[in-house]
Structure formats: C-alpha cells, structure tokens
C-alpha cells in the first residue's frame, strides 16, 4: 500500500489513523474467519480469508484490503473482539 495514501486514511466511525496490519494479527484474523467465527459489523460472515487489512490505532477495528483498494466501509468493519487469538 502508498504510504502517502495510508498517512491520509482513517477509521470511518471513529477517525482514528489506520495502519496495515502486521503477519502475526492477519494470521489470526484468518484463523478465526476458517473457523466461521468473524462477522462484519452488518452481521453478515466474513467468509473469504484477508490478503491485507488495515487496523485502528486502538487494534479494536480491522478493515480488509481487496486488489490494493482498502474497503473503508463501517458495515464491512471486523471488530478485533470476535478473534480469541489476535495480538495484542
């Protein structure tokens, strides 16, 4: 990802600055969305595992990156909550 580009996002709901999410936290997110435990904050299954994803600065809200294009969309946010394993 540009990183002019990623100094200039935010959170959409709470507007804190985002930042890519590390190997270690896309790993458990991919975990917990094989094991059907990740909905999107409209309650629909996060079905597809993430390539790249971006996070809130509190590590509470997790975006998904698709063809480089990050999906800033709040009813699309995975909430870092549903992820038993995720890095703190």
């Known amino acids: 990802m540009d990183r002019k580009l990623l100094d200039i996002l935010c959170c959409p709901t709470t507007k804190q600055p985002l930042a890519l ?10 975990r917990a969305i094989a094991a059907g435990a990740v909905v999107r904050a409209d309650g629909s299954p996060q079905a597809a595992p993430l390539s790249e994803a971006l996070v809130t600065h509190d590590r509470r809200t997790v975006y998904r990156i698709e063809d480089g294009i990050p999906v800033l969309l709040a009813d699309e946010a995975l909430a870092v ?8």
């Open 21 to 30: 999410l590390g190997a270690p936290e896309l790993a458990a997110v991919n």
């Open 81 to 88: 909550s549903q992820i038993s394993d995720f890095p703190r």
